[in-house]
């Protein structure tokens, strides 16, 4: 029972960070918060990934399609603040 609090903890993590990031970015044009708030999640991910190990492989290979989505809208997010420091 304790388990499945703490990957309902993370997953909701995610779910924050993940809902910050679209208004950030989009609507008001926070590039390095929105950068912050991705990387953020991204590492959130991998501790997610870490917690649903410990029940079964395959559940935490379940996140890895959203990690490497993750992991290249990271990529976008530096380029686009990088070109406009």
């Known amino acids: ?31 390095l918060p929105a ?3 991705i990387v953020l999640l991204f590492i959130a991910i991998l501790i997610t990934m870490l ?14 399609p959203y990690l490497l989505w993750v992991g290249f809208a990271t990529i976008l997010n530096g380029l686009i603040w990088n070109l406009n420091c």
């Open 51 to 64: 917690a649903f190990k410990g029940i079964s492989f395959w559940a935490s290979m379940l996140f890895l």
């Open 35 to 37: 950068l912050i708030d």
């Open 1 to 31: 029972m304790a388990e499945t609090f703490y990957q309902k903890k993370h997953v909701s993590t995610q779910l924050a960070l993940n809902a910050a990031w679209t208004p950030m970015f989009f609507c008001f044009h926070l590039i």
